[in-house]
């Protein structure tokens, strides 16, 4: 039975997250540049965001840069935020007409400015898009995230506008990036690494991890339907025995 055929459209993740690794070790193997890798990389990007957009996904956020990448040298970063714009310029159509809307997390304005400018240029003309809702974590940590949050809900409480008795988990949820966003139900990530590289980790609590060898350049749609398949296979129990789950 083909794969896609296997995939039950009644219990797909409303929300997959995926952390892109291995361009760099995709280029070496090939005795390239590492720019080479993440180049390729973007067509991998594409492939995955149609796929997830015809299955029927609601969110699907991508780890593209993190806060720890601005300490690689900096012609690769200078490199990557050239893809960055590219992309933008070349994709934005594609994202309109597909009804996909953009969101972006993280430390925005580590970025540089052209590349602010045309990510919220972006950002604004797929606002109205009603579809798959892409999330893009650019120079993003989640322990920078949970940090801004804590000071921020911090000066809340020092100004009176927040009782510190009365704090409960979704109160500190209104302060991270990803307010208004469920929590992933799918964590991908490419590679054969097995960590989450500080990648949303208040918001994994109760995500499933899938983990594949495949580096991120030869990830597609085939991979995606494999993640989506295991996925569909898993109980998701939170904390409840088998016998309560079934009860539902």
Not at 90 to 99: F, P, Q, S, V
Request: hydrophobic share 40%; with cysteine.
């Amino acid at each position: 039975m083909p794969l896609r055929k296997q995939i039950n459209t009644l219990k797909l993740p409303s929300h997959v997250a995926i952390i892109m690794d291995g361009n760099g070790r995709w280029a070496r193997q090939r005795g390239l540049d590492r720019i080479f890798g993440h180049q390729q990389g973007v067509n991998a990007l594409r492939e995955v965001i149609e796929t997830a957009a015809e299955l029927g996904i609601k969110y699907l956020t991508l780890y593209a840069f993190s806060t720890e990448n601005w300490c690689r040298p900096d012609e690769e970063v200078s490199a990557l935020m050239g893809i960055m714009i590219q992309s933008l310029n070349n994709e934005t159509g594609t994202l309109i007409k597909n009804n996909i809307r953009l969101k972006v997390i993280g430390d925005i304005n580590r970025l540089a400015d052209d590349v602010k400018e045309r990510l919220f240029e972006t950002i604004n003309l797929t606002s109205v898009s009603t579809g798959l809702n892409l999330v893009v974590a650019l120079s993003y940590s989640s322990r920078w995230e949970i940090t801004e949050a804590a000071r921020r809900m911090s000066a809340d409480v020092n100004n009176g506008t927040l009782k510190i008795d009365s704090i409960k988990e979704e109160d500190f949820e209104k302060y991270l990036t990803t307010y208004g966003i469920p929590d992933p139900e799918l964590m991908i990530r490419t590679s054969g690494e097995l960590r989450i590289s500080n990648f949303l980790l208040w918001q994994i609590a109760y995500t499933e991890l899938y983990f594949t060898n495949k580096l991120w350049p030869d990830f597609g749609k085939k991979d995606f339907y494999d993640a989506i398949i295991d996925f569909q296979k898993r109980e998701r129990r939170f904390g409840k025995t088998s016998e309560q789950v079934l009860e539902k």
